[in-house]
């Protein structure tokens, strides 16, 4: 579902990261796991858009990216839940997850609402839909974010740092929304610096180091 080949990407005379390989295949929950600097989150920007790299290819679904250009072609079938979540906090919880299917699907608002209605359901916050973020806690808001995330029905869910700003004990909820994400056929990739949660989580592991993937348990 998600082929990265011979990536490279260099700030400047900076080369961060050296002809990086590697695949997640449909319905698996692929991490790459490293410390801070690795460059694990370069490479997640280069698969959602982000960042424009230098050589190699992005595969999504069989279409071949080579550019960011190409990136508009499959945008929508690469989501992103950001470590911060980046919900819109002037909208309710039903409004940050019904925008996109409106703008970028073009669903009429009783199909956007409805969606958005399973998708709470999926994660457990189907009594939050009229809650505006500031009233949900850290776990919440996860969950809103990746409900408006899968609202645009991806085909490769990718998650930054998903653990680092949740209590220990919220981190099994996140890795049981992931495995149910991947047993619905969902492709996951999750950067991750939290060994444990890898372990728990993840169909297979990749070890980042020095913008290489040098190791992995397949």
Known sequence: MLKVNSLTKRFGKQQVLGNVSFEVNKGEIVTLLGQSGAGKTTILRCVNGLESFDSGTIEV???IITSQKDLRKVRKDVGLVFQNYNLFPHKTVIENITEAPILVLGMNKEEAK?????????VGL???ADAYPFELSGGQQQRVAIARACALKPKVLCFDEPTAALDPELTGEVASIMKRLADGGMSILV??????????VATRTLLVKDGTVIDSNQ
């Open 61 to 63: 679904d069989g279409q």
């Open 126 to 128: 189907a009594d939050k």
């Open 191 to 200: 950067i991750t610096h939290d060994m444990e949660f890898a372990d728990k």
């Open 114 to 122: 409805k969606r958005a209605t399973e998708l709470l359901e999926s």
